[in-house]
Nanobody, 124 residues
Framework: QVQLVESGGGLVQPGGSLRLSCAAS????????IGWFRQAPGKKREGVSC????????YYADSVKGRFTISRDNAKNTAYLQMNSLKPEDTAVYYC?????????????????WGQGTQVTVSS
């Protein structure tokens, strides 16, 4: 049974950092493009980042470029999203998913498995 489990969310002050983890079971993450998405209350889901399986090319939403870094540790079957210089507008539930799709340089969706999400709240 395929399962993605996110962790690492929480409450952080503006300017702070968090690292989200996406631990996979039932599949080998190395073979999949992995994406991070977020959804704030009352807003549409937004693609945050995606990392290719073939060459680890990364893509970021303009709103997080230069602040967030996506990575993967194939030995641990885990993907990460390092989030620095966090802003209140980064507050959302963050999800990881496999088979993320990029159009142009925009992370648009994912058509594989999804995790249950982890809450990130940026507030003083």
């Amino acid at each position: 049974q395929v399962q993605l489990v996110e962790s690492g969310g929480g409450l952080v002050q503006p300017g702070g950092s968090l690292r989200l983890s996406c631990a996979a079971s039932g599949l080998t993450l190395a073979y999949y493009a992995i994406g991070w998405f977020r959804q704030a209350p009352g807003k549409k889901r937004e693609g945050v980042s995606c990392i290719r399986a073939s060459d680890s090319t990364t893509y970021y939403a303009d709103s997080v470029k230069g602040r967030f870094t996506i990575s993967r540790d194939n030995a641990k079957n885990t993907a990460y999203l390092q989030m620095n210089s966090l802003k209140p507008e980064d507050t959302a539930v963050y999800y990881c998913a496999t088979d993320c799709v990029v159009a142009g340089n925009t992370v648009v969706d994912a058509f594989g498995s999804w995790g249950q999400g982890t809450q990130v709240t940026v507030s003083s």
